[in-house]
């Protein structure tokens, strides 16, 4: 199985460094041999799960044809950024495709103007699935907000959804820690933002499930031992997700739509069939 890191786009070095984001990960935007990219790197304050989490989102979104900026895994040397806080080490980072495009914001037009409106049920289903706490995610300790998470790349007179910066699906703490049998039990929906809410109909949100349940565990142990090995995921630990995500999966068919339907009880008009 061909996976999707440097198929479409691939850079082979950096030739300077624009700035550094502020972001938990504090990537660098950088211009490459192919045009500008955002670098996720080894040493960066979230550590390696967060580059990890970020192969393994972009791979995985692509099974629900999910749009993502291209995105490889490309070798660098140490660089020094001016910034005493950044600490870039040489090895395997995350590059992805700088793209020019808008970010979600309450109360959004773009959405109206989606050239697949199904994509957004996808995204719901697939922020479930892998746990994505980088977009939305309400919760007891809080609701998490994040906008700029989700980019509108200009289609011709329609807009397309993309999806970026997975950082932290997974796990909050480590891959390792939490990727357990309650990882693949827990019943909460992520990635509900109210501007969602008018477009989820039941059928697109059955057909994402039965997507991502159709997936082989084979094909996920693929995708889950794709990592460079400096990353530090053991193969154990990869074929250990591979599995939780392949039973998550299944489970979602249970209670996924129901929970979503039932936060939006109030808006239901027109969304049954």
Known sequence: MELRAGANWRPT?????????????????????????????MGNRAGLDSLVSELLAGELA??????????????????????????????PAFFSRWEQAQSLAPNSRLLASLRRPADVSRLVVFDTWIRNKDRFADDPNGTLLNYDNILF?????????????????????SLEAEMDDDWANERVVYGLFNEFQPMLKRRDVKSAIDMVSALDVEELR???QSPPAQWGITTGAADRMAELL????????????DAIFAQMELNLDGKED
């Open 246 to 257: 392949s039973e998550r999966a299944k489970l979602m068919s249970e209670w996924v739509p």
């Open 13 to 41: 070095r950096i030739e300077r460094v624009n700035r550094v984001l502020s972001t938990s990960t504090k990537p660098l935007h950088v211009m490459t041999d192919k045009g500008a990219a955002l670098v996720k790197y």
């Open 153 to 173: 790349k200009a289609d011709i007179r329609k807009t397309q959804l993309l999806v970026i910066d997975h950082s932290h699906a997974f796990a909050e703490t």
């Open 62 to 91: 692509s099974k629900l044809e999910l749009q993502t900026p291209d995105f490889a895994i490309v070798d660098i040397p140490s660089i020094e950024t001016g910034d005493p806080f950044v600490t870039v080490q040489p090895g």
């Open 222 to 224: 693929t995708i889950c």
